[in-house]
């Protein structure tokens, strides 16, 4: 089983939507993280998180919310999903400062 | 900022050739960089950590060596494979709470 888990793997849904990424990890990590990863323009940070009580937010965080329901889960929520918001999203973890950082295999979003 | 750009963003070589991809950072007050390879539809997978303090890290085949100086990092893969085909991002991370700030990635062929 993967280390970090990330469902659904693929979506599509229409513009105005809501819609819930979710993110599992069986590492034992405290941090955990958000990107979005859009072609010609890398990985960015969306949210992280450094415990159950700890959230903040990344480079390009409006139009996102998220949730840390326990140490391992993070989920990203598009609260009114738009075009623009079509990309590959990915979870991360890590355990502290300075340490790597693993991914999940991600979710293809798609809004149209 | 910190700003990572990796040229080129495509190499094709012969399996067997020695190669190197090249990562440069734009704030010297680096604190680590961290080298990863994503295949198609899947997430990231570290390979080498570098710290600051550090000149070079070796896991296998790789190595990946940190020039602070220079704003440099390279990735050294030898006896290339097929199975190293893939795209390969750099990320460097400066001190505090401060995001992983991602290249665009090499796309890297190893024909056969």
């Known amino acids: 089983d993967a280390d970090v888990t990330q469902t659904p793997r693929n979506r599509i849904t229409k513009t105005g939507k809501r819609i819930m990424l979710e993110c599992s990890q069986t590492k034992g990590h405290d941090r955990m993280y958000w990107y979005r990863q859009d072609p010609g323009l890398g990985l960015r940070l969306i949210y992280y998180?450094?415990?159950?009580?700890?959230?903040n937010k990344g480079e390009i965080s409006d139009g996102y919310s998220v949730s840390r329901q326990a140490q391992a889960k993070f989920s990203l929520s598009l609260e009114s999903a738009i075009p623009n918001q079509t990309a590959l999203y990915f979870c991360?973890?890590?355990?502290?400062?300075?340490?790597?950082?693993?991914f999940g295999d991600g979710t293809r979003l798609s809004i149209l | 900022k910190q700003e990572v750009t990796q040229i080129p963003a495509a190499l094709s070589v012969p399996e067997g050739e020695n190669l190197v991809l090249n990562c440069s950072f734009t704030?010297?007050?680096?604190?680590?960089l961290q080298w990863f390879r994503q295949d198609p539809g899947k997430g990231l997978t570290s390979l080498l950590l570098i710290q600051s303090s550090q000149r070079e890290q070796t896991s296998g085949r790789l190595n990946a060596s940190l020039d602070k100086s220079s704003g440099r990092s390279t990735l050294y893969i030898a006896a290339s494979q097929p199975g190293d085909s893939a795209t390969y991002l750099c990320?460097?991370?400066?001190?505090?709470?401060?995001?992983?700030?991602f290249g665009k990635g090499t796309r890297l062929s190893v024909i056969a």
């Open positions: 998180s450094f415990d159950v009580k700890d959230i």
């Open positions: 991360a973890t890590s355990t502290g400062f300075g340490q790597p950082q693993h």
């Open positions: 704030d010297s007050a680096i604190y680590n």
């Open positions: 990320a460097g991370k400066n001190s505090g709470n401060t995001p992983l700030v």
